[in-house]
């Protein structure tokens, strides 16, 4: 599925670039480290690419500098998954350049923990990108149902077409192999505000899985990567964050914290060391993906890259984002509730039923296109 733009009017704004392509540098990945963000967005912007070819990438900072080299006829394609929020702030100048073009947002969302949807108060910056949008003519693009709802509480109109990475995901997912003799791979949201879900997953991961995808978890990949102390030395002078220094150099905290049993960090630690998996390019990561036979875990882009290989994946939501997406595209889920229930693997076996997905995959991709179609002429 693909719109092939003829000009070079559209402009995505990405800031992720170069991570996504070959031409990820050392210092790249330091500066990474120094500013952990969720590397999984980057399945999100290549979908958005693939979807896309020939459209132009540029950062917001770049858009922001060079704003004179944009013309008024260039459309502003904002891949902003998670800005409304009451919390979300706009780089210096940002509302002010795209206020002089049309902008498309795509698939984005209310960003939430369960059952606050509804009494966000979006932030200021949230509300001048969402006036500028409802006002370019263009159809917004929402990530599910409850976005919509939210929205069109305002008055606002606009298209649930779910995440671009997933309808480039199989239209059929089958589960041959049986749980008790399978290759599981794992996702974790290693998050203060998620820690209880945290320790359960990692739990889950030592006794039944042999991978792991790592995406924020700076410190933990510094850890694996075995970067020397004037490395890390480098990496926390550039964070100009004292707690985030100590963590890239405390090697208990990340495997204490985020487990059941905190005397066991070593344990925990060791796990990690031989299991888990860094990728900066989405070819890479869906290689990796493709060689297990089920993704379980809170992450929705690591789900979404065994997706993309025909893995079955099944999600635990943490909060509505991700529940959002889900729902929209019937994937498989079980709540946080149930999952701490869990004691051996096969007990999932019930959960992972795409029966749903299956019969839904093809129209909800149907909507995908006619939004494309819709802003991409």
Sequence with gaps: MQINLSHKKFVLLNDYLPFGSADVDTFTLLRFLSHPDNIGNIVFLDAINRSLPGIRNVSSRDFIRFREQFSADHVIVLALANFLSATWTAPEGFVEALAQHRIVLFSVGVQSEFG?????????????????????????????????????????????????????????????????????????????????????????????????????????????????????????????????????????????????????????????KEHARFYYTVADWRAYAAGFDYCIGTRFHGNVMALQAGVPPLIIPIDSRVADMAEFHRLPRVSMEDFEQIRDVTELAPYLDFTDYNDHHASNKKLYFQFLKENFR
């Design 116 to 272: 606050e949807e509804d009494s966000i108060r979006l932030s200021r910056d949230a509300q001048a990108v969402l006036d500028l949008a409802r006002t370019s003519g263009t159809l917004i693009g929402v990530r599910g149902n409850k976005t919509q709802r939210y929205l069109a509480r305002s008055g606002i109109a606009s298209q649930v077409i779910g995440c671009p990475s997933v309808h480039l995901a199989p239209e059929r997912i089958a589960c041959d192999k049986p749980l008790g003799r399978a290759r599981v791979c794992t996702s974790n949201t290693m998050l203060g505000i998620h820690r209880d879900i945290a320790k359960r997953v990692n739990t889950f991961a030592t006794r039944f899985c042999s991978g792991y995808m790592l995406q924020t978890e700076a410190s933990i990949i510094a850890d694996c990567m075995e970067l020397p102390e004037e490395v890390i030395g480098y990496i926390a002078d550039q964070s100009g964050n004292p707690h985030h220094a100590g963590l890239l150099r405390n090697k208990v905290f990340d495997y204490g914290y985020y487990n059941e049993d905190p005397e066991q960090w070593k344990a925990l630690r060791a796990w990690f």
